[in-house]
């Protein structure tokens, strides 16, 4: 009831942060690709109207000019006033911030939210030792192997 739709409407707290920093890590879609309107120029280089263009979204997640600690998971890197804190071309899971961006974007947000709200309130989730996760990116990222988890209910 109203626990829940307080959780699942403060998007601005921990929560939002952890989800962000999983977008980060997960690149699940690790590309996007667009055709340029306008003549304009990237990195000194002039991209002709017209021309494909394929943003490789896991390359700037990843990238080390960008982030400290790529590697670590780290949701205060996204807290606000953090000096850490990626919002701009380095971090945007959605695709590039235009009118191309993935205009369910804000409803996936309020979506994980209210799913993870509940299964976490219910549920004790914690991963069997021993696994490496793997990641395999094709279209959309994917594990490369099953990934095994304990679920026991919360008392």
């Known amino acids: 009831g109203d626990r829940l739709r307080t959780y699942a409407s403060n998007t601005g707290t921990y929560l939002r942060q952890v989800l962000d920093e999983t977008l980060r890590l997960s690149t699940l879609g690790p590309y996007a690709s667009r055709v340029s309107e306008t003549d304009t120029k990237v990195a000194g280089h002039c991209v002709p109207a017209q021309t494909f263009i394929v943003q490789a979204l896991g390359v700037a997640s990843m990238n080390e000019e960008s982030w400290d600690n790529v590697e670590s998971f780290d949701p205060d890197r996204f807290a606000p006033g953090s000096p850490h804190a990626k919002r701009g071309l380095e971090f945007c899971p959605f695709g590039v911030p235009s009118?191309?961006?993935?205009?369910?974007?804000?409803?996936?947000?309020?979506e994980v939210s209210v799913f993870a709200t509940i299964l976490l309130h219910r549920f004790s989730i914690v991963p069997v030792e021993g696994q490496t996760v793997e990641q395999v990116h094709g279209l959309v990222t994917e594990p490369k192997e099953e990934i095994y988890v304990y679920i026991r209910p919360r008392e």
């Open 99 to 110: 009118r191309r961006k993935c205009p369910g974007y804000l409803f996936s947000y309020l």
